[in-house]
């Protein structure tokens, strides 16, 4: 399903049928999931293509999110201890046209429900998309149109023992990979104190072979500054 | 030297039989020149950095100001050149200036208070406000008024004297909020089954927010029933939409499992069994 496709492209499963076909001097757009609603595009376009790929997590059912946290079980690190883990993280899968290196999100869907959290508090904390997460020893297999797998390295750095049950990271700095086997984001966290923290995405995909995916946000124009996320109210 | 000589005679020449001299209007015509392009220049930087952080009217009023403020500074400063009392002028302008303040002072008031609203900024453009008695949102924060759009689509321009002395309720300052249903069901239902069923139905729900987690417990035993007290924690900007969703599907959610909303009822008890006459029962019986 993933990668970049001429408009003849259709795919079809037990739970989803969506593609383009051609209608005189247009094309018309589809998507249908099964139980779910039905999406209809017109696209004019001579020599475009369309690109589906996953993308950040913080569209469905609509943008009211610009992080992402990942809950665990707790993991008791030891001062100054480094060490990398995997942890899944759902995914939203955009479809894109692309014309004379220009992108336009066409449709956003996603195969599993959305659930939001709120981190910290009401008056200074930040809505995040939210989801739990096993903790792995290694690449987990997950169902790539539904989870991507994170390789997450918790840096250590004060000196003292460390609880951590949870990771935010800020959506709009989410680097992306996608085969058609795996769906992947490499990161970073470093523990500054027992209850802040900062997290980073690094652009490393976790196979040779992965293709990077189109960021959501600089698809749509939208102007961002990104930076790394900061976790200033508790790991916890 | 000579050159010198004529060129200070020169400037030294009264003009039209007058006291003013060539000089002084040389003078006059410099500090005016220099003026104009101080204010021009001032107003072309003001304008590139404030460009994006006041609406273009504000600006474009608040450079006029600035603009003509300078030139007049530069007037006042060249006139002891060609007059040589200004003490009447300073006194009529003195006057002049009283009257204008007492004529301006709710202008006054509102330019004040909307420099201290927009340094505070208890509102925001697209917020979801509540302003004394007006509820909307607000569409524009200039710097004499705030316009609001109220819910049903009206215009609403209020002074910023009055935004800032009014009681103001932001909806949307904290990024979530709280509310709260009461959801009445049958003594003779499961209360316990009940509020599983609610939990699971908040549960789908994507914009319920995990953490705060929401809570769901019996609040009273009512006269027609047992209150079940729903409270939950949504993102603000979606609030009202969660809040119109959930009711229903709370009410669909325990009906299917056979739970009922009651009814008011009354049980009234009679001291003697209360006759009906057979002839009465016959409407009834036919339906």
Known sequence: MFGRHDYSFQYSSDSISFGIEPDGDIYRYFREIEGGEKVEKSVVSQRGKLVVCPIEPVNLPQNVATYMEIDFDPLFLEPFSKTTLYLTFPIEIGVFVVAKKDIKPLDVFSFIPQKYSLYGPSNGGVISRWVYSTVYAAIPEVNPLEYGVMQLTLHNTTREWVEVARA?????????YYSDELVSMSAGMRILSSKTAETEFFKE?????????????LGRDIPVVKHNGMMEWGLV | MVILERLHELLQTPLFGTSLSVGNLLWLVVILALSVILARLTVTNLRRALENKISKNELEILLKLIYFTIVILGVVIALPNIIADLSGLLVAGGILGIIIGFASQSVVSNFVSGLFLMAEQPVKIGDNVNVGSISG????????????????GVFVRIPNEKVFNSEITNYWAN?????????????????????GIIKNVLKDH?????????????????DN????????????????DVKIELLWKIKVALEAEGIEIPFPQRTVWFPEPLKMDERQKVPYEKG
């Open chain 1, 168 to 176: 935010l990271f800020e959506a709009y700095s989410m680097k992306i």
């Open chain 1, 205 to 217: 995909p976790l196979a040779e072979g992965m293709k990077k995916a189109i960021e959501f946000y």
């Open chain 2, 137 to 152: 949102n607000v569409e524009d924060i200039c710097i004499l008024s705030t316009t609001v759009r109220t819910y049903d």
């Open chain 2, 175 to 195: 990024v979530a909020r709280r509310f709260d249903y009461m959801v009445g069901i049958r003594y003779q239902d499961d209360a316990g089954k009940a509020i």
């Open chain 2, 206 to 222: 994507p914009f319920v927010l995990q953490k705060p987690s929401p809570t769901v417990f019996v609040e009273e035993l009512g």
């Open chain 2, 225 to 240: 029933g047992v209150n079940i007290t729903v409270k939950i924690w949504s993102p603000a900007r979606v609030w009202w």
